[in-house]
């Protein structure tokens, strides 16, 4: 069945530095791609999305590229705040033809501490 | 713009209680999904629904656990006789159409302990 795989956290960075958390999916077919983030005590939120292969997904200075050859959608950013602080999820929604739903499949999350 | 509204954001139970846990969708929005996150998980999907049709049931444990999302009023996931494995963040998620393009919204979720 279809599968996230994320980079086993926590990971501690300082604030201004190069984030990257790797995530690899496992699925049939042409999946759209997601990163969720999870800010302590709140639900989820969409971060940025990707629907098909070399679309690139961005917002708040986060950057995903959706990569078919490796099957691999890497979050990126450039120099991280201590307001980033927050658990990531990588996620798929599987596309069946077109009568897929939007049923995500979640990786297992990698927490994300940033420091002043 | 309210989203979608989860309550009680925090509920303690005792083994063999009932857990009731309520989920309002964003308004306009006909599709509505719950999600368990176990400690130091991800989230596992459970259940998909549509307006007083379950349409995807197999992420839900077999016994003990159901779900209804009614013609009027919040969707519902309903825990008979919880034990403590039952312990997780539920969230609910809803959406205004399907597809794999379409954003699902979160709610806050609700914290079940068992005791």
């Known amino acids: 069945g279809d599968s996230v795989t994320q980079m086993e956290g926590p990971v501690t960075l300082s604030e201004e530095a190069f984030l990257t958390i790797n995530c690899t999916y496992t699925?049939?077919?042409?999946?759209?791609l997601f990163w969720y983030v999870q800010y302590p005590g709140e639900g989820l939120q969409l971060l940025l999305k990707?629907?098909?292969?070399?679309d690139k997904g961005s917002n708040k200075g986060f950057e995903a590229t959706y990569r078919k050859e490796t099957t691999s959608f890497h979050l990126e950013k450039g120099s991280v705040q201590v307001s980033d602080s927050a658990v990531y999820f990588c996620?798929?929604?599987?596309?069946?033809?077109?009568?897929?739903?939007?049923?995500?499949?979640f990786g297992q999350g990698t927490i994300l501490t940033v420091h002043p | 713009n309210a989203g979608v509204m989860q309550n009680p954001r925090h509920l303690v139970r005792r083994r063999g209680q009932e857990a009731r846990l309520r989920c309002s969708p964003v308004?306009?929005?006909?599709?509505v999904y719950w999600y368990r996150q176990l400690p130091e998980e991800g989230l596992k999907f459970m259940v998909y629904?549509?307006?007083?049709?379950?349409?995807?049931e197999s992420g839900m444990p077999k016994e003990r656990f159901s779900a209804e999302f009614p013609k009027e009023g919040p969707s519902i996931l309903r825990i008979q006789q919880v034990v403590r494995g039952d312990s997780a963040a539920y969230f609910c998620?809803?959406?205004?159409?399907?597809?794999?393009?379409?954003?699902?919204?979160f709610g806050q979720g609700t914290r079940l302990t068992v005791v």
């Open positions: 629904l549509q307006k007083e049709n379950i349409i995807d």
């Open positions: 990707a629907t098909k292969a070399d």
């Open positions: 308004k306009g929005h006909s599709h």
């Open positions: 699925a049939t077919g042409y999946p759209s």
């Open positions: 996620a798929l929604i599987f596309n069946a033809g077109g009568t897929s739903y939007g049923k995500l499949t």
């Open positions: 998620a809803s959406s205004p159409r399907t597809g794999g393009n379409t954003e699902a919204f």
